[in-house]
């Protein structure tokens, strides 16, 4: 019989008409080259169609596109609404506090429910556990819409939408993450992560600065992003429709769910390599991340540049973001990706450091940039390495606690408002940048210790329920 010899993520995607050659029988995490090259019958495939089967080969499953494409609609609505959100938070108050409670409220739930997100994705269908999670962040950005429409706006009502904001993504997160490798299987899951990536960073390229320009237009404001963000919510719900349940992998003991939340964190404890990734994804997202949530007043307060201002700052971070993600795509798979992922998160402290020095408009442009392609490229492959270093059975708990991070996001970014409105803000992004890099070098050095380097070339055990039907 002759051997389907297309890339693992194609087959049974239907009759694409290619052909892989080249594969290489090397232990996966020593492959550093020999990606494999796509051949038509007649030769060859060169230029653009030779890099997209070379970068993308995970969109040639019909199952991740779908997937993928749904990402697209609801990012690109949510990325709107966070420039809108920030903007009528600081509105509302002028406070930097007040941005950072919006944090808060939206990470404290994060933090209790994202673990529990995860032992859902392993035990139950991952796509009604995204049909409901969206379904809630739809219905929670169509209420603040018709909040502001009436004129009946309050601060806490933000806080409150922020909060169930975070409890829908503590469960639609992990969800989402385990279903991409049960569609794509594992031999293409690293790339699909990181393709995952692109998906949300490519949406902050136009996003923000539409939101900007809708904001300023009286016919649209503040009101009419959240009704955008609602609607992509809407169409990606509809596109999940057309997925398989996504069912997890079958058990072969029944568990209690608090049991099956232990044997997670058992089961990353016993892995070094995939711990560190963790806690550098920890450390970073407290410490470097929270950058995010101060951009509103640099646009205001540093550069006076307005909502437009901010708009544009957030467009070209998203830009650097994109261009990082199609830059790292093809690494997700080799060696390297280990050494790289550790170099970009000490760059991504070192690039909000300059953004604190940043005084102008110009300056900050050049920062944010640098900011957006350092913390995409780092995020990533840290996120793509830690679901291919760990079994295909604990891919929910383990991207459960990777995304546990952003809860410390929320969590950190109210002390550190605090600190500046005291000390200034462009001193507090100083700070921050250095204590992110500090904190990356520590933990290397703790993980060449306790064996991570050595631990990333085991091998998971390979489910046999990760290739869901694809048409």
């Not at 694409?16 to 232990?27: N, S």
């Not at 320009?213 to 959240?226: D, E, K, N, R």
């Not at 596109?239 to 099956?260: A, F, H, I, K, N």
């Not at 060449?448 to 990760?466: C, V």
Request: glycine share 12%.
């Amino acid at each position: 019989m002759a051997r389907d010899r297309r890339h693992p993520a194609a087959r049974g995607s239907g009759n694409i008409g290619l052909e892989c050659v080249g594969a290489t029988t090397q232990h996966p995490r020593k492959q550093v080259s020999n990606r494999p090259v796509l051949r038509t019958g007649d030769g060859r495939l060169r230029g653009p169609a030779n890099y997209f089967a070379r970068h993308f080969y995970s969109l040639e499953n019909a199952g991740y596109r779908l997937l993928w494409t749904g990402t697209w609609f609801a990012f690109f609505g949510m990325q709107m609404q966070i420039v809108a959100r920030g903007w009528l938070a600081y509105d509302l108050t002028g406070q930097n506090t007040a941005l950072g409670a919006m944090m808060l409220a939206f990470g404290a739930p994060s933090l209790v429910f994202t673990l529990w997100g995860g032992v859902l994705a392993d035990r139950l269908p991952r796509r009604r556990t995204l049909l409901i999670s969206q379904g809630v962040l739809c219905l929670n950005s169509a209420w603040v819409a018709l909040m502001v429409s009436i004129g009946l706006i309050e601060f806490w009502m933000l806080l409150a939408a922020s909060f169930t904001q975070g409890v829908g993504f503590a469960f639609m997160g992990p969800a989402r993450q385990a279903f991409i490798g049960s569609l794509v299987g594992r031999e293409a899951v690293g790339n699909a992560i990181v393709l995952q990536q692109l998906s949300m960073n490519g949406t902050r390229v136009v996003g923000p600065a539409l939101a900007g320009v809708f904001i300023s237009l009286w016919f649209i404001g503040v009101a009419g992003v959240y009704f955008m963000t609602a609607a992509g919510f809407l169409i990606s719900i509809l596109t999940v429709l057309r997925l398989p349940p996504g069912e997890p992998e079958e058990r072969t003991e029944t568990t209690s769910p608090l049991g099956d939340l232990v044997d997670g964190l058992r089961y990353v404890k016993s892995r070094p390599s995939v711990a560190i990734l963790i806690l550098t994804s920890f450390a970073l997202t407290a410490l470097a991340f929270p950058f995010q949530s101060f951009l509103p007043s640099l646009a205001e307060d540093i550069y006076q540049a307005g909502s437009q201002g901010l708009g544009i700052l957030s467009a070209v971070q998203a830009v650097g973001a994109v261009f990082a993600v199609v830059l790292v795509a093809s690494m997700a798979d080799q060696a390297s990706a280990w050494q790289r992922q550790l170099l970009l998160g000490i760059a991504f402290g070192g690039s909000v450091t300059l953004l604190g020095f940043a005084s102008s408009f110009a300056a900050g442009l050049g920062a944010i940039l640098l900011v957006g392609a350092c913390s995409a490229g780092f995020q990533s492959l840290n996120n793509a390495l830690s679901v291919s270093y760990s079994e295909s059975r604990y891919h929910g708990r383990v991207q459960s606690l990777t995304m546990l991070s952003w809860s410390l996001f929320g969590i950190a970014s109210m002390p550190i408002g605090v600190v500046a409105d005291i000390i200034g803000i462009r001193e507090t992004l100083m700070i921050t940048g250095l204590l992110g890099i500090a904190a990356v070098l520590a933990l290397h050095v703790i993980g060449k210790i306790w064996g991570a380097e050595e631990d990333r070339y085991q091998i998971p055990k390979e489910s046999t329920q990760d290739q869901l039907p694809r048409s």
